[in-house]
C-alpha cells in the first residue's frame, strides 16, 4: 500500500475573531460614575428620596386608607419610616416563594420604633405600652436588634402614633430600609462597673447627627451599627463596630471593625487595626457611611451590604480610602481589645457602679405585650428607678434599683412573666418574626420557640449550661443563625409520612464574641441535618441530654 511520505498538513487554526477587551461589569458604584439605577430597589430611591413618604402617609395615605397607596411606596420607601406590610393570616411557608407580594400581605403593617442603644425612660416605657394597646391589638416584641416592634398597625393611625412616639423623643425614621438603622448598644452604658468608658454620648451624636439625614438616606442596602465598651451586642455582626479599648498611651477610646454580616454569606466584621476618640466616633462613623455609600455595590441586592466592599477591598485599602478620602487625616494605630471567654447578657442582679443595682430579666423569645410593659413600668417605678433598657438578646435590663429592692423587684417582675432567674432555655433561646407576620418566612417561629422552652424547662429544668438556640424562619438570619450553639434555619423537610412540613436545617457550634478563643466562629451547617418543626422539643432535648454525658470537665 502506497504510504504518502508527506504528513498531512493540520488544518490552520481559525483566526480569532477581533472581539473588543471586556469592561469589568459595573457594580453600580456611585464614586465609580455608575449612576444610573441597575434594579428596581435602586429606582426606586433614585426617583423620590424615601424620607419624603412621610409627608404623604400624613397627607394622602392616612385619610385614603390602606387601598390609595402608590405601590413603590408600600413596598419601597415605607420602610425608611420603619413600616412593612405583614404576611396575611393562613398563608402557608410553601406559598412564601410562589405568590405575588401583593398576594401575600394584608392591609396591615409591622412598625419597628427605634430605641438606639436600648434606653428607654419610663415616659417612653409608658408610651410605648400604650400605642401597643391602642393600635397594635397588644403586641410589642422586643427584637434582637433593641427595637420595639409592633403588629396591626393601620396607616390612618400612623400620624397619631408619630405624634405620640415624638413628644417623648422616640421614633421610627430609617428603622428599616437602605439607610442607617438603630444604632446597638451596650444595655449596661454609663451603670457598669467594668466600663471605662460610657461610649452614650457619640451614639446619641450619631442618630442626632445623621438619622434622617438625606446625605444617608440612599445606602446600597441596609447599614447596622454597635457602639460599645462591653462585649455584650453581637459586634462582629454589624457593618461598624466600636468597642471599648484602653490605649497604654492615650486611654479609654474605642476600637474600629467594619463589613460584619449573617444573613446569605455569612461574614464576620474585621479590625482596621485604629483606636479612635469617643469625640471622634461620629465623624469615623459618617467616613465609613460614606465609603458605603459611593463605593458599595449597588447592582445585585445580595452583594450589596458592605461586607462584600469590605472582603474585596481588605481592612488595608478601606483604611487608606477612609483616612484619605473622608476623613483627610491618619488614625492612630491601636490595639486589640480584651475579649471575654462569652458575651455578657446582663441577666440576674448586678451592682452598678454608683452602688445601687440592674436587673437583667427574660421575656420568652422576646415576646411581649403592651399590657406587660404597662405593668413593667409600675412595677420599676414604685422600686425607685426611671430607666429601663432592652438589650440585643431579646431581653431588657431594670437600672438603678436601691440594693434592697432588688428581691422584691425580682419576684414583681417574675408575676408579670419577665424572670430575671431564667431556666438556660428561657435565657438563651431566640426567634425572630416568622410566619405569624413576616412575609419571607416558611416556618412559625415564635410559637415554636415558646413551645420548645416549656418543653425543656419541663424535662430538663436543671440544665446547668449556656446554651444558646436562635429560630429563623427562612434562611435570612434576623435572629442570628449561624452564631448560636443550635442555629435553626426555617425551611419545608419531608415530614415522616413523605409530604412537605415546616422544618428546621441546623447549624451547630457557632458563637460571637470570642467564643474560640479571640476568634468567632459560624456553626457547622450540617447538610444532611435537618428536623422537622414538631420533632425540634425531642430532637434539642437529645443533643441537650448527649452534650450532658459527653462533655468535659470545665466545659
Ligand atoms: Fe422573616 Fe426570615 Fe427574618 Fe425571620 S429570618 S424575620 S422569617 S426574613
Excluded at 250 to 271: E, I, Q
Excluded at 514 to 542: C, H, I, N, S, W
Aim: hydrophobic share 40%; net charge neutral; aromatic share 8%.
Amino acid at each position: 500500500m502506497a504510504v504518502s511520505s508527506t504528513p498531512a498538513r493540520p488544518e490552520a487554526p481559525t483566526a480569532p475573531v477581533a472581539r473588543a477587551p471586556r469592561r469589568p461589569r459595573g457594580e453600580g458604584q456611585w464614586a465609580l460614575g455608575h449612576r444610573e439605577p441597575l434594579n428596581a430597589n435602586e429606582r426606586i430611591k433614585k426617583d423620590d428620596d424615601p424620607l419624603n413618604v412621610r409627608a404623604r402617609i400624613e397627607n394622602i395615605y392616612a385619610h385614603g386608607g390602606f387601598a390609595s397607596i402608590d405601590p413603590q411606596d408600600l413596598r419601597g420607601r415605607f420602610r425608611w419610616w420603619g413600616l412593612y406590610t405583614q404576611r396575611k393570616a393562613g398563608i402557608d411557608g410553601g406559598r412564601t416563594a410562589v405568590l405575588e407580594p401583593h398576594e401575600l400581605e394584608d392591609e396591615f403593617f409591622m412598625l419597628r420604633v427605634r430605641v438606639d442603644g436600648g434606653q428607654l425612660t419610663l415616659d417612653q416605657l409608658r408610651v410605648v405600652a400604650d400605642i401597643s394597646r391602642e393600635f397594635a391589638r397588644d403586641t410589642a416584641d422586643i427584637t434582637d436588634r433593641q427595637n420595639i416592634q409592633y403588629h396591626w398597625i393601620r396607616v390612618e393611625d400612623m400620624p397619631e402614633i408619630w405624634r405620640r412616639l415624638e413628644s417623648v423623643g422616640l421614633q421610627t425614621t430609617e428603622a428599616c430600609g437602605d439607610c442607617p438603622r438603630i444604632v446597638l448598644g451596650s444595655p449596661v452604658a454609663g451603670v457598669a462597673e467594668a466600663e471605662l468608658l460610657d461610649p452614650t454620648p457619640a451614639l446619641e451624636e450619631i442618630v442626632r447627627r445623621y438619622v434622617g439625614d438625606k446625605r444617608f438616606s440612599n445606602l446600597p442596602r441596609k447599614f447596622k451599627t454597635s457602639i460599645s465598651w462591653l462585649v455584650d451586642t453581637p459586634y462582629e455582626a454589624n457593618d461598624i463596630a466600636f468597642l471599648g479599648v484602653d490605649h497604654p498611651e492615650h486611654g479609654p477610646g474605642f476600637d474600629v471593625w467594619v463589613g460584619g454580616g449573617l444573613s446569605t454569606n455569612p461574614m464576620l466584621a474585621k479590625r482596621l487595626g485604629v483606636w479612635v476618640p469617643l469625640t471622634e466616633v461620629p465623624d469615623v462613623w459618617a467616613g465609613v457611611v460614606g465609603i458605603f455609600r459611593d463605593y458599595g455595590y449597588r447592582r445585585l441586592r445580595n452583594r450589596a451590604r458592605l461586607k462584600f466592599l469590605v472582603a474585596d477591598w481588605g481592612v488595608e485599602k478601606f483604611r487608606e480610602v477612609l483616612e484619605k478620602e473622608y476623613l483627610g487625616r491618619t488614625l492612630l494605630d491601636g490595639p486589640a481589645p480584651e475579649l471575654p471567654a462569652k458575651p455578657v447578657d446582663h441577666i440576674g442582679v448586678h451592682r452598678q457602679r454608683d452602688g445601687r443595682a440592674y436587673v437583667g430579666a427574660a421575656p420568652v423569645v422576646g415576646r411581649v405585650s403592651g399590657t406587660q410593659l404597662a405593668r413593667l413600668a409600675d412595677v420599676v417605678e414604685a422600686h425607685g428607678s426611671g430607666r429601663v433598657r432592652l438589650t440585643p438578646y431579646q431581653k431588657l435590663l431594670v437600672l438603678d434599683v436601691p440594693p434592697e429592692r432588688t428581691g422584691s423587684l425580682v419576684a414583681e417582675l417574675s408575676t408579670i412573666g419577665l424572670e430575671a432567674r431564667p431556666s438556660a432555655w428561657r435565657r438563651g433561646t431566640m426567634a425572630c418574626t416568622g410566619i405569624e407576620f413576616c412575609k419571607l418566612a416558611i416556618v412559625e417561629t415564635k410559637a415554636r420557640g415558646e413551645e420548645l422552652v416549656a418543653r425543656l424547662e419541663e424535662r430538663l429544668r436543671d440544665f446547668d449550661a449556656d446554651i444558646s438556640i436562635h429560630l429563623n424562619g427562612c434562611p435570612n438570619a434576623c435572629a442570628r443563625t449561624q452564631v448560636a450553639d443550635i442555629g435553626l434555619k426555617g425551611q419545608l423537610v419531608v415530614g415522616p409520612d413523605g409530604r412537605q412540613v415546616e422544618g428546621f436545617q441546623v447549624h451547630l457550634g457557632g458563637g460571637l464574641g470570642m467564643a474560640q478563643g479571640q476568634t468567632a466562629g459560624f456553626g457547622r451547617k450540617l447538610r444532611g441535618l435537618k428536623t422537622t418543626a414538631d420533632e425540634l422539643p425531642e430532637y434539642v432535648e437529645r443533643l441537650a441530654r448527649r452534650y450532658l454525658a459527653s462533655r468535659t470537665e470545665g466545659e
